[in-house]
């Protein structure tokens, strides 16, 4: 072997490696470069025509295209992508490409700005859009059309409902599409139930009928534009005739409609016309909260079932707002005015929307909890809600009556004492009868100073001879005990009357929760409540409440139940769980003994 082979052999892997490390670089490195550009399928469109905008980039460039300066002239009605990625002679190539469908909002030479992808951006384009020819639009309207209707009739205020109805009339030639209720500005539209499809015939030709009903709520008051509505679509090329297709067409043309092998349509858009309107502001002089509706009802819990007062118990009240043409989120909190000595704690409204397709239904539900502080006659003040009747465009007021109540004392309040004829009664003994003037006998003469000057030997002996008595009895008592303390105890005390026990209340608890007996509970639990403080026994739901730790929350309801309206709506399930929690472990939820109302009055002083 020559030095020059020995050279050559030592060269060769060193060359191997030049070879194959370029030709990797040939075959799998992605080029360094990109491009991005835009292209339009049409430069010029009649107006309602969709337009379809292209975009590719080509090589490294990564991230989706920023459509957001299209919304100016255009709506974006659908977007689509691909990627392409292929190896010819050594070289690789990248390719992806976004369609994006376009419907123009106007008329004229309008700008498709740049569009940002990734770090790239498209260059500006151009497109004209013009008004559409009286022949094609008579062609367009004979298969399809549309209808909006405004059924406001009189003057229009801020925040009022609007009745506002679309209809899209379609002939059998359509294929697909999409039907778009108007945006508007400083205006809420909010759709009013499901849509209903009906046959009509119009000109001698057969329409089917798609129907939307809307409600239009304006915001603010002035010149109120509803722009078009609009549908975009497909109608089939083929030629059209006025008599009604057969049976058999009918069915070919439901196969053919969403077919694959469908080689497309004609693209159609159609426009409802504009309306426009003048909007009132709140009328001059309308000081409370603004409620425009049809019709306003105020409805009150105690109405049918006036609950039972007394000072320091908490007591619920209920009242109702239902609003007809106004959503539930436009009727305000309610503010009651407080009665003397007494507090009131509101609790947040519920609210709700309903619709018969036709109307807004607003509900507004708000309790509020009174807690009287004293025993006598109370005034609640009445209840008056202003609004505005859009039927007889006048100021009305929805009102309830004052309540004169009479508060009585408090469960734990002692009351005066009852006389002999009340504590007979009571005993179930029978009162005495007789003349209610007859004279009342009196003892024989003598007096108290007779008395001592007669008998003052007796009394002076009992004063010197009653102490030693005492004190030789109670030495006889203690020697008495220590003797017998070695002997069998004696029972000599009366039986202690019966109480209930734990055991035995609560089962009878868990059948009143089960139940949703709320009475039952209260009475059961005021028992149970009773063995854990045989000393000092808590007289209402509301002293039961303050000294738990576990079942505030569900004693407190419990309590509120009793006095509402309707006592069937009370849940026991709540309270047997807490009772549960609070009583399976003794002496763990109690809490020193203060009055209910310490922590809703402000400490005075």
Request: proline share 9%.
């Amino acid at each position: 072997m020559t030095l020059g082979d020995c050279q050559t052999e030592a060269v060769a892997p060193h060359r191997v490696a030049v070879v194959f490390a370029m030709t990797a670089t040939l075959l799998f490195a992605a080029p360094a470069w990109s491009e991005v550009r835009a292209h339009l399928d049409r430069n010029k469109v009649f107006v309602g025509d969709p337009v379809t905008l292209v975009i590719e980039s080509s090589g490294a460039s990564s991230g989706e295209p920023d459509l957001s300066p299209l919304n100016k002239d255009f709506r974006v009605l659908g977007t689509g992508t691909s990627t392409q990625f292929s190896i010819v002679n050594g070289r690789s190539s990248n390719r992806t490409t976004w369609t994006v469908q376009l419907g123009p909002l106007q008329v004229g030479k309008l700008q498709i700005p740049p569009i940002r992808v990734g770090s790239e951006q498209t260059g500006a384009l151009e497109l004209e859009v013009t008004d559409t020819p009286e022949q094609v639009s008579a062609q367009q309207s004979e298969h399809l059309f549309l209808e909006a209707e405004l059924g406001s009739g009189g003057r229009v205020y801020v925040q009022q409902q609007l009745p506002y109805t679309l209809r899209f009339y379609h002939d059998e030639t359509l294929l697909n599409g999409d039907l778009r209720s108007p945006q508007i500005q400083d205006a809420v539209i909010r759709q009013l139930g499901d849509e209903r499809r009906y046959t009509v015939t119009r000109n001698n030709r057969r329409y089917q009928v798609v129907e939307r009903r809307y409600s239009i709520l304006p915001e603010k008051s002035g010149r109120l534009r509803i722009p078009p509505a609009s549908f975009t679509g497909q109608i089939s090329a083929g030629k059209s005739t006025s008599v009604p297709p057969s049976r058999r067409d009918r069915l070919m043309q439901q196969f053919f409609r969403n077919s694959p092998f469908t080689t497309g349509g004609k693209s159609v858009r159609v426009f409802s016309k504009p309306i426009e309107l003048d909007v009132l502001p709140t009328p001059a002089g309308f000081g409370s909260a603004w409620i425009p509706a049809e019709d306003l009802q105020l409805h009150d819990s105690w109405t049918n079932d006036p609950p039972e007062f007394r000072a320091g118990v908490p007591v619920s009240r209920t009242l109702s707002l239902r609003a007809t043409g106004l959503a539930g989120t436009q009727i305000p909190t309610l503010e009651l005015e407080q009665p003397r000595l007494t507090r009131i704690y509101p609790e947040s409204p519920v609210n709700e929307t309903r619709t018969d397709r036709d109307k807004l239904y607003g509900l507004s539900r708000q309790t509020f909890t009174y807690i009287p502080g004293e025993a006598g006659e109370l005034t609640i003040p009445a209840v008056e809600v202003p609004w505005w009747n859009t039927r007889s465009d006048e100021q009305a007021v929805a009102r309830l009556p004052e309540w004169v109540i009479r508060v009585q004392p408090g469960l734990a309040a002692a009351g005066p004492a009852p006389d002999a004829t009340q504590r007979q009664q009571v005993q179930g003994v029978a009162p005495r009868k007789g003349p209610v003037d007859a004279p009342i006998r009196m003892p024989a003469a003598g007096g108290p100073t007779t008395f001592v000057m007669t008998h003052w030997p007796w009394l002076l002996l009992a004063v010197l001879v009653l102490p030693a008595i005492v004190w030789g009895v109670r030495r006889w008592h203690t020697r008495g005990t220590a003797a017998g303390q070695n002997a069998a105890p004696v029972k000599t005390a009366a039986p202690a009357p019966h109480r209930p026990e734990v055991g035995d209340l609560l089962p009878r608890l868990q059948q009143a929760c089960e139940r949703n007996d709320a009475k039952l509970a209260a009475q059961t639990l005021l028992e149970l409540a009773t063995t854990r403080w045989p000393d000092d026994p808590p007289r209402s739901l509301g002293h039961l409440a303050n000294r738990l730790e576990i079942g505030q929350e569900q004693v407190l309801a419990l309590d509120r139940a009793l006095y509402a309206a309707d006592r069937t709506d009370w849940d026991g399930a709540a309270l047997w769980t807490a009772t549960q929690a609070s009583w399976g472990k003794p002496g763990a939820s109690r809490k020193p003994h203060t009055p209910v109302l310490a922590p809703l009055y402000p400490h005075s002083g």
